[in-house]
């Protein structure tokens, strides 16, 4: 079992910039997906951006220029670099892990940007 813990949440006026980390309870060196996906009022939850096995990202389009993934293997941690931040990105951001058949979602950290 692998408990996901997302911080850096907040609020922030557009153009701003807020970094979000997910702290995993055990090793992230061995994943086939970890990252962040988000979800808005009303809406789908959306992928914003991953690492997936080998070491490669994806990111989704609208994020791309704007948003960063990183990672610490060493603090098991994923982060994500937010900048110039729109209202449109305000949501609920969650961590994810997939591991083989067993796939680990964090509670989640809002992040609301006011226009």
């Known amino acids: 079992q692998v408990q996901l813990v997302e911080s850096g949440g907040g609020l922030v006026q557009a153009g701003g910039s807020l970094r979000l980390s997910c702290a995993a309870s055990?090793?992230?060196?061995?994943?086939?997906?970890m990252g962040w996906y988000r979800q808005a009022p009303g809406k789908q939850r959306e992928l914003v951006a991953v690492?997936?096995?080998?070491?490669?990202?994806n990111y989704a389009d609208s994020m791309k220029g704007r948003f960063t993934i990183s990672r610490d293997n060493a603090k098991n941690t994923v982060y994500l670099q937010m900048n110039s931040l729109k209202p449109e990105d305000t949501a609920v951001y969650y961590c994810r892990l997939v591991r083989y058949e067993y796939d680990y979602w964090g509670q989640g950290t809002q992040v609301t940007v006011s226009s």
């Open positions: 690492f997936t096995s080998g070491g490669s990202t």
């Open positions: 055990g090793s992230i060196f061995s994943i086939n997906v």
